[in-house]
């Protein structure tokens, strides 16, 4: 089946150790996001990639970066994981234009000591 | 004034019950909106999509879009405890970018 894959489901990070999150698709979707989530709260968009684009939100602190090497792969880095990034992780795409219905992955619940 | 607004709950409701779900905005501009089911430590899925005003209906599932009122609403009947996970509404404006502006969610539980 076509989806969206986050690795690992579950991080446990020091705080200031850095960590990466991965997410991979087979859907081809050009689209890929990457969503912070907080307890009772809504996704947060962090970044999305437009195919190579990438497109950063204005309020995502300095210490979140990403990279997507090919269409399948995105990463999250988090360079120094504070204990206000502890969250999930949502990784999500979708193909252009089509109303914009997002495909999201299990997310990756990070935890930071 | 947030551009979203959805009453995060809870609601709790017995089995068979009818249920209903809001959220309000307060940009013309969406177009499209969306309800996404999320189960506990799960990521969300799509359940419901709208275009225009009025309702749609799926199964027990029916999205009803009030732009008028700039207001949306999923209605569930015969509520079954499957059904119990967080609500979230999200909408989109056309020809925008590809972003979507997420609700809260509304946490549901449904009692046998």
């Known amino acids: 089946d076509a989806m969206v894959i986050q690795n690992p489901r579950y991080q446990v990070t020091q705080f200031g150790k850095p960590v990466t999150l991965s997410c991979s698709q087979t859907?081809?979707?050009?689209?890929m996001y990457w969503y912070q989530q907080k307890s009772s709260q809504a996704p947060k968009l962090l970044f999305h990639?437009?195919?190579?684009?990438?497109?950063n939100e204005a309020d995502t602190p300095d210490n979140f970066q990403s990279r997507r090497p090919n269409t399948s792969f995105c990463f999250l880095d988090i360079r120094s994981p504070g204990l206000g990034d502890a969250a999930m992780y949502l990784c999500?795409?979708?193909?252009?234009?089509?109303?914009?219905?997002?495909?999201f992955g299990p997310g990756t619940r990070l935890t930071v000591l | 004034q947030k551009e979203v607004e959805q009453d995060p709950g809870p609601l709790s409701v017995p089995e068979g019950a009818i249920v209903s779900l809001n959220c309000t905005y307060s940009n013309s501009a969406f177009q499209y909106f969306m309800w996404y089911r999320q189960y506990s430590r799960k990521g969300p899925e799509l359940l419901m999509y709208?275009?225009?005003?009025g309702n749609k209906e799926d199964g027990r599932f029916t999205a009803q879009v009030d732009k008028s009122s700039k207001y949306i609403s999923l209605f569930i009947r015969d509520s079954q405890p499957s059904d119990s996970a967080t609500y979230l509404c999200?909408?989109?404006?056309?020809?925008?970018?590809?972003?979507?502006?997420f609700g809260k969610g509304t946490k549901l539980t449904v009692n046998p």
């Open positions: 990639y437009y195919d190579k684009d990438f497109n």
């Open positions: 999200a909408l989109h404006t056309q020809g925008g970018s590809e972003k979507l502006v």
């Open positions: 859907l081809n979707h050009n689209v």
């Open positions: 709208t275009y225009s005003s």
């Open positions: 999500a795409t979708s193909r252009e234009g089509y109303y914009n219905e997002q495909f």
